[in-house]
């Protein structure tokens, strides 16, 4: 159900209403005043008030009793909270009855006072979403071009988020990039924050006309997206671990044999320490029983390896960070965020259809409340809050944001076989497509869009 602003001539009676209502409580708290004869404006009586416009309020009560103490008390609050609700009906009411959300105001009040963001519902909204176009978006990564690569049913396109207590406030480009004004945003992590990092070019890049104003530069690891006018840079680093790793190279990194450096981030972290605002995740590429972790340097032949349980591994590699921001990041200057893990959708009978089946053909979102998909790991993210509650201790403040379960029910957002395939297919693939089906990242326009929306209020009023 979309939320419709009202129009000038709703806003204009209700304009009205709201000024007739403040007139009104001020003449009844002025003949309550007088009625139980105490003074207002510092002591002195006020003078009688004058007919109001259209109010049909007479200027004098004629038969006003003058009650002294608890009555008078007792009447001057009930004259008041029906001042305060016919004040509340008017405000919130159309010419027509109907009701609507100030937009600016409201929104922005509900994100001050912390609203839950992440809890809601999916709603198909066809002609406000999406907030870009797949085409429109010159840096688009052919990872997330769904539609280029033959993808015909677009309507995972027209889904926005709907917090259950609040709105989220829609994507705009011009104050995020007001915002970013000579100020650098950096996403770490892996092809997930770069699946996000890409949404975010999008939704800016469709609000900057002139292309000679944004340039795309490559450096190793880093990805950086300008805004001349704005002096702003957008940037992604690949390090899908956080800490060192022998899987850091950006484009060949399927290494079987996968080792980290658990106690070694500098190597990564000198290239976004002067980052405004840092958005972090790391989840996927520590989903394995076993990890392999190194005490000393890869040239060292000296080092020592060890495998340990890919969840004690994380649990180090997130130490090493938490430190990191600790004694390396301007905590007065600095915005941090952590993303939560990004549901797959492997498993079909989570569903309800095959087991051998998964995110393939799907095109509608999972209905039913509270989903969560087998691979979703909630220990591996009980780490995260843990590492975030301990800096919290030592005077840093990270937000996480958890787009998890606003994620699990969306089935039907990734790109599937709609993608450039890195290797060709062989024909046992050919023959059944749900084989090599892409259920891990998202089509863009998609989820990672709603993502940075939540990031974009979290930047912006909180």
Not at 251 to 274: F, G, L
Not at 291 to 315: H, T
Not at 321 to 338: A, G, I, K, N, Y
Request: contains cysteine; hydrophobic residues 35%.
């Amino acid at each position: 159900m979309r939320m419709v602003s009202p129009t000038s001539k709703a806003m204009h009676y209700s304009h009205f209403m709201t000024i007739n209502a403040a007139k009104i409580l001020n003449h009844l708290s002025r003949t309550q005043s007088k009625r139980t004869n105490m003074p207002l404006r510092g002591g002195e009586e006020e003078e009688e008030d004058e007919e109001f416009e259209g109010g049909g309020i007479p200027k004098k009560s004629q038969n006003g009793l003058r009650t002294w103490g608890l009555r008078g008390h007792f009447n001057s609050i009930v004259v008041f909270l029906v001042a305060v609700c016919f004040i509340l009906v008017v405000s919130l009411t159309n010419k027509n009855g109907g009701w609507y959300v100030a937009p600016a105001a409201a929104v922005k009040d509900s994100i001050a006072e912390k609203c839950d963001l992440f809890t809601g519902r999916w709603v198909y909204e066809e002609k406000a979403y999406p907030l870009y176009s797949e085409k429109g978006c010159r840096f688009m990564s052919d990872q997330s071009a769904c539609e280029k690569f033959g993808r015909v049913n677009l309507k995972h396109q027209n889904w926005r988020w709907q917090p259950n207590e609040c709105n989220l406030p829609r994507f705009n480009a011009t104050k995020l990039l007001e915002k970013l004004r000579g100020r650098r945003l950096v996403f770490v992590g892996d092809s997930l924050n770069r699946n996000q990092w890409i949404s975010m070019v999008c939704l800016l890049d469709a609000s900057i006309a002139e292309d000679d104003h944004k340039t795309m530069e490559t450096n190793g690891s880093l990805m950086s997206f300008k805004i001349k006018d704005y002096n702003a840079s957008i940037d992604f680093y690949w390090a899908p671990l956080l800490v060192e790793s022998n899987s850091d190279d950006p484009v060949h990194h399927r290494i079987p044999d996968r080792i980290v450096r658990a106690e070694s981030i500098q190597k990564h972290a000198r290239h976004w320490s002067d980052a405004d605002i840092l958005v972090f995740n790391s989840y996927l590429w520590w989903r394995r029983d076993q990890m392999k972790v190194l005490w000393g340097s890869f040239d060292d032949e000296d080092g020592i390896y060890k495998e340990i349980e890919g969840l004690r591994g994380y649990e180090l590699a997130l130490q090493t960070w938490s430190e990191w921001l600790e004694f390396h990041v301007d905590h007065q200057r600095t915005q941090l965020f952590f993303m939560s893990m990004s549901p797959t959708h492997f498993w079909g009978d989570e569903w309800g259809i095959g087991s051998d089946q998964n995110c393939y053909n799907e095109t509608e979102p999972i209905s039913r409340y509270g989903h969560r998909g087998r691979d979703s790991d909630s220990t591996m993210m009980q780490v995260v809050e843990e590492t975030i509650q301990g800096l919290k201790h030592r005077g840093v403040s990270v937000q996480m944001l958890n787009i998890t379960q606003l994620s699990e029910y969306r089935k039907d957002g990734h790109p599937s076989i709609f993608r450039k395939q890195w290797e060709p297919l062989t024909d046992e693939q050919l023959k059944n497509p749900s084989s090599y089906a892409d259920c891990i990242h998202w089509c863009l326009p998609g989820v990672p869009d709603v993502w940075n929306e939540i990031l974009y209020a979290y930047i912006l009023f909180r």
